[in-house]
């Protein structure tokens, strides 16, 4: 017999009167192969519809990616940024800025890694270090202000305090300026995986 073959044994019960012993020998035949059957069993305890292997993850270290595209209000500073979290090529990431709408463009994007983004509006009062993040948590995230450049938004790699307030990480834009803390925050967006949620 081959290795796709089991041997199991049944005894049967034991009849005190007549002293009869039934033993069986029952031979059943293995639909995988003991290699093909490990395989299998690998990919089962690695099954992980959330997070399945070898897909992008958010990073606390974004990778260094930086913008090619400076125009003025309608560059790809966004592109980048969400590139630079999930350590993902500029060429594999979308310019969202030219979609229809960028929230639900990041949206769709990151929900083929696992993730969804949360976009949170600050307080137009705010100052850049005031208790204006309401996370709780430190987390990456990409934060929109005015750009340092022009009288136009941009949007860096930063990181919320637990205190309120953002640490900046990482400036898409070669002159790594990052905002202008004199103005307001516009909003901020962080990931999160979508099997936490549920």
């Given at each position: 017999f081959g290795p796709s073959?089991?041997?199991?044994?049944?005894?049967?019960h034991v009849n005190p009167t007549k002293r009869i012993v039934f033993v069986g020998l029952l031979t059943a035949s293995l639909s995988l192969s003991l290699p093909n059957f490990k395989k299998?069993?690998?990919?089962?305890?690695?099954?992980?519809?959330?997070?399945?292997?070898?897909?992008?993850?958010?990073?606390d270290d974004p990778a260094p990616t930086y913008q090619t595209d400076f125009s003025p209000g309608?560059?790809?500073?966004?592109?980048?940024?969400?590139?630079?979290?999930?350590?993902?090529p500029m060429e594999d990431t979308p310019?969202?800025?030219?979609?229809?709408?960028?929230?639900?463009?990041?949206?769709?994007?990151?929900a083929?890694?696992?993730?969804?983004?949360?976009?949170r509006k600050l307080s137009d009062t705010?100052?850049?270090d005031n208790n204006n993040n309401r996370t709780s948590q430190q987390t990456s995230c990409i934060l929109r202000g005015k750009s340092p450049r022009g009288d136009f938004g941009h949007?860096?790699?930063?990181?919320c305090r637990e205190t309120g307030g953002f640490d900046f990480v990482w400036d898409p834009h070669p002159n790594s300026t990052?905002?202008?803390?004199?103005?307001?925050?516009?909003?901020?967006?962080?990931?999160?995986k979508i099997d936490k949620l549920q």
């Open positions: 073959t089991i041997f199991v044994l049944a005894c049967g299998h069993n690998e990919l089962a305890m690695n099954k992980d519809h959330n997070n399945p292997p070898n897909l992008p993850r958010l990073h309608s560059g790809n500073a966004l592109q980048a940024c969400v590139a630079a979290l999930f350590h993902v310019n969202f800025v030219t979609l229809h709408s960028y929230e639900q463009g990041i949206q769709d994007f990151v083929t890694f696992g993730y969804t983004a949360v976009k705010a100052i850049s949007v860096i790699v930063a990181r990052f905002l202008d803390e004199s103005e307001p925050y516009g909003w901020y967006m962080t990931f999160e």
